[in-house]
């Protein structure tokens, strides 16, 4: 039986964790200089390529982890340089958006907005340590995938209305929002690479 009170828990955990609020600004910076059919396409394609992730980590988190001797700490580690980079390149670029036909296949929907910042280390140790509680359970199992399409549906209704913002704010606007996403998200970046350390020490 649907066990409403796994779903629930999960659902919200998800959805704090992922902050649909918070990446509107951060989705904003990276796609609101270019057109709205390439914005409306991110805003959808985004959600969808950590949905697809974080399933995969669902079904078979723990086993991929222990096969390439993995933690979560190595996780946070990592997903806190990727966002680094990208924060350094938010707060000492133009905010132009890449030109060339080196950077005109680059989807930003994949990363970082899919990956780490929707299916980060935060968004995939949740949903490992909610499966390992379901105990073979159909019900919580099958709560626990409702949970994590709610979620994703969340962010993506979040991201889609974001993009009439982009009238608003204009040229201008972006620019000033892309470094502000920027320092927000160094700070994330600086977090998880602590949080990473701790979880090192604590374990070392």
Not at 58 to 85: D, F, R, S, T
Not at 123 to 135: F, L, Q, R, Y
Not at 150 to 177: D, E, F
Request: hydrophobic share 55%; glycine share 10%.
């Amino acid at each position: 039986m649907f066990d409403v009170s796994v779903y629930t828990a999960t659902a919200i955990t998800l959805i704090v964790i992922m902050d649909p609020p918070g990446q509107v600004p951060v989705f904003l910076s990276l796609v609101g200089r270019r057109d709205e059919a390439y914005r409306r396409r991110a805003a959808w394609q985004a959600p969808l390529v950590s949905l697809f992730v974080v399933s995969v980590f669902a079904v078979g988190g723990k086993a991929i982890l222990g096969y390439l001797h993995i933690g979560i700490p190595a996780l946070q580690g990592a997903g806190g340089l990727l966002l680094l980079l990208v924060a350094l390149q938010l707060l000492t670029g133009t905010g132009e958006p890449p030109t060339g036909k080196a950077t005109e296949d680059v989807n930003v929907a994949i990363v970082p907005l899919g990956t780490p910042l929707l299916a980060g280390p935060g968004t995939i140790a949740a949903v490992i340590v909610a499966v390992s509680e379901g105990h073979g359970d159909a019900g919580a199992y099958l709560a626990i995938a409702a949970a994590i399409v709610t979620a994703h549906a969340v962010v993506c209704l979040a991201l889609l209305y974001s993009t009439t913002v982009v009238r608003v704010l204009k040229i201008s606007g972006i620019t000033l929002l892309a470094k502000i996403a920027g320092l927000l998200l160094a700070a994330i970046a600086v977090q998880l690479i602590a949080t990473s350390v701790i979880g090192f020490a604590a374990t070392g």
